[in-house]
Nanobody, 124 residues
Framework: QVQLLESGGGLVQAGESLRLSCIAS????????MGWFRQAPGKEREGISC????????SYADSVKGRFTISRDNSKNTLYLQMNNLQPEDTAMYYC?????????????????WGQGTQVTVSS
């Protein structure tokens, strides 16, 4: 079955960095577009980044563009998110999932599979 295991979150101060990882199993990771989503308390889940199977086409939400970098290692079935210059508004639970892009919108691909997520908390 599909499994996604996110890690790398934590508590940091504004301006600091974190690197998230997502290890995938149960499907052909190297042929699927993958992305990162986040959900802050009381808010809807937001797609923030998506990368094609061959890493040739990364996409970013305006809220993270220029600060976050998505990458993947298909040999390790692993997706990464390098987050620099973190801000309090980045505080959320972060998830990885299959994704696609429509215009400026990053969406999860149905059927959706979600892991437990990894919490990122940024203090001011």
């Amino acid at each position: 079955q599909v499994q996604l295991l996110e890690s790398g979150g934590g508590l940091v101060q504004a301006g600091e960095s974190l690197r998230l990882s997502c290890i995938a199993s149960g499907f052909s990771f190297d042929s699927v577009t993958m992305g990162w989503f986040r959900q802050a308390p009381g808010k809807e889940r937001e797609g923030i980044s998506c990368i094609s199977w061959d890493s040739s086409i990364p996409s970013y939400a305006d809220s993270v563009k220029g600060r976050f970098t998505i990458s993947r290692d298909n040999s390790k079935n692993t997706l990464y998110l390098q987050m620099n210059n973190l801000q309090p508004e980045d505080t959320a639970m972060y998830y990885c999932a299959k994704c696609y892009v429509v215009g400026k919108s990053i969406r999860d691909r149905v059927p959706s599979y979600w892991g437990q997520g990894t919490q990122v908390t940024v203090s001011s």
